[in-house]
């Protein structure tokens, strides 16, 4: 499983697939919240005059959900495109081994793209008045969600990626059911209804309980459901690899 984990960060920064998806997101998000001015974004930090990092958290997960069904399309696609999922399928690993190893090397790009924003926090940080002037709780909470509601995104991501040999196919399907799964139940929710049921179809989606977690209070029911989802997809993907065998 680590010699199959290490090929495929390998080839993410081999192809500069890996640079690319830091870059674009360090780029993006550097525009919105520190050039473009506030009249054409409404996310500038400095035009705000407020010690948060609010723009970020509300900003990323648009990013993410562009760049990590493009992180994920290739991690079974190529395989299937290339015939070389069967040989895998022959070496001395399970095929849960083998959607781990995979899910983990595209989780290292997502982590590796989300440390430099720490940067942001110290600015933000520093230009607070007094200094430190900010939501600490909130802004780790706020880190935690993303990492979950990313985490999420990758397991969808993957399970399209099994399903096609073609990467652009993946990468639609991947980016339409994130989007579902981030979004679709809250204008589902968004429906004349009872109070009630308006709120448990809304706390079936990602985007609830990402804002949830973006109070800085670590809920466990919001863990929970992010665990579920990422496992749910992962061992969808599982019974893919397996159903070849049938």
Not at 3 to 18: C, M, R, V
Not at 83 to 94: S, V
Not at 135 to 141: F, K
Not at 198 to 220: A, E, P, W
Request: glycine residues 8%.
């Amino acid at each position: 499983m680590k010699a199959l984990f290490l090929k495929e960060i390998k080839s993410y920064f081999n192809s500069l697939t890996g640079f690319l998806v830091i870059l674009v997101f360090l780029l993006i998000t550097g525009l919105f919240l520190w050039v473009l001015p506030n009249e054409a974004t409404g996310t500038n930090i400095l035009d705000n005059g407020f010690a948060s990092l609010e723009s970020l958290f509300s900003l990323a997960p648009w990013v993410f959900l562009i760049l990590i069904p493009a992180v994920s399309m290739k991690l079974f696609s190529e395989e299937n495109k290339a015939g070389t999922i069967e040989l895998l399928l022959t070496k001395p690993l399970t095929e849960l081994q083998i959607v781990l190893a995979k899910y983990f090397a595209g989780f290292v790009i997502i982590v590796l793209s989300l440390l430099p924003t720490l940067l942001y926090y110290y600015t933000v940080y520093q230009l607070g008045f007094p200094k430190g002037n900010i939501d600490v709780g909130g802004t780790w909470g706020s880190y935690i969600g993303l990492f979950f509601l990313a985490s999420t995104f990758l397991a969808i991501g993957i399970f399209t990626s099994v399903l096609t040999d073609n990467q652009v196919v993946a990468f639609i399907m991947g980016l339409i059911m994130c989007y579902l799964f981030h979004n679709g139940f809250d204008y589902l929710a968004s429906f004349k209804m009872n109070g009630s049921l308006s709120l448990f179809i809304s706390s079936l989606g990602i985007q609830y309980h990402y804002y949830s977690m973006s109070r800085g209070v670590i809920d466990t029911r919001d863990v929970l459901y992010f665990i579920t989802v990422i496992t749910i997809f992962l061992l969808a993907t599982r019974l893919v690899l397996q159903s070849r065998k049938w």
